[in-house]
């Protein structure tokens, strides 16, 4: 769904969000009171690309409110090894990253800056009080929750039934449209990080790609030569 | 996660729910007319083993507690294979069966009675108003959600980096906490949906067990011989 979903609704190209209320969807939903006391607590903070933002119970900075920029939500084996489990865009909302305030999450993830990032951030512990006192803010965060939900559950299901060779068509793709262009600048190990598998498993397939005239590979560099042949293969 | 967690926190062994008002969590944050208004539209069910409760999108009967019995929660792909999302006992809320008033999930699961099962439904359109009036119900919906998601999560861990030995010894000591016995009759197909993998390897596997003393091997019967060892295979 998301990648399908994502492009469907243009999710990569959404404005960057210009003030912090008209991008809260439920800002309208908050008392007078509620409103002013968020304006106060708010942080505005801004990261290069490459910053780690969240790092698995480590840490639990509060509801982050992306302005413009991009973050990777991820998982992270004890072993070291990744898998993505999400993007996240101008407009969008992470709330993994004040998991401490989430009764009933039991899980890790860790939150990267892909490229440089500017956000605003709703301390956890304001955020635990807003949904606390509004119905309005708890079904919102609910939304959320299980929109982030419905995405782990796409991918689970990638990873059980979906051959790699369409995985990896369905990735390529995903990122064109991300980057609004087919020619990407991303490592093997890059994109073995997204998909959680090895390195040599990427190599081969994008040699077999290549092979089929689907792609140009060099030094760091993947072209994508044929969308339509990528996109049957994905949809297949 | 669940596993350990589940037999930790005895949750297999739950006394049955006497009574829904103290068996759902939020009762007494509910007001008196809220209180009514749910008994008033509260059903109760009973359903035999086999029973399908609830089939993805193509029905959404409401929110389930379950009074006794068991339940169990899956994914099923176009091609008809399964894997089991997570499991429901005594005192289980079944939240999913309600999802089609749960914004932003994407996602279709499958719920189905392990063992004869009694519960009551309130009807999805209830719930979801119950919801926008009350931020304790909308935050006690946000618990569970998350709860599901973690169990996801957990599953997602063990699909993509530990070993089918591995996982097929916390299956069989998960199942044999359940039902109380080291004896299951279980088949190796029912393995195989359970693990969403293939009923060959779910043999292969098990074969490799007997020879190394863990488990013995008759028709329809799988016997745990050594569950130190099987134990000690689980949490390598």
């Known amino acids: 769904m998301p990648a399908a979903t994502c492009i469907a609704s243009g999710r990569y190209e959404q404005m960057p969000c210009m003030d912090f209320q008209s991008c809260f969807s439920v800002w309208n939903k908050l008392t007078p009171r509620q409103q002013n006391w968020v304006l106060e607590q708010l942080q505005k903070r801004q990261v290069k690309k490459g910053t780690v933002l969240h790092n698995g119970s480590e840490d639990c900075t509060g509801l982050l409110l992306i302005k413009s920029g991009q973050l990777r939500a991820y998982m992270l084996s004890k072993e070291g090894r990744e898998i993505t489990l999400y993007r996240l865009f101008d407009r969008d909302l992470c709330l993994l990253s004040a998991s401490c305030v989430m009764k009933g999450i039991q899980f890790d993830v860790t939150v990267k800056a892909e490229k440089d990032t500017e956000f605003w951030v709703i301390p956890a512990e304001v955020y635990r009080q807003l949904m606390e006192q509004s119905a309005a803010v708890a079904n919102y965060t ?13 991918l689970m299901e990638q990873v059980l039934w979906r051959s790699m060779d369409r995985r990896m068509a369905a990735f390529l793709l995903e990122e064109a449209a991300i980057e609004s262009t087919g020619r990407l600048n991303i490592t093997h190990e890059t994109i073995a990080n997204h998909m959680g598998t090895h390195r040599e498993v990427v190599t081969r397939m994008l040699r077999y790609f290549q092979g089929e005239g689907m792609v140009k590979l060099s030094r760091g560099v993947i072209e994508l030569l044929d969308e339509q042949k990528l996109t049957a293969l994905r949809d297949l």
């Open 142 to 154: 609910n939304e959320i929750m299980s929109a982030r939900f419905s995405e782990v559950m796409w």
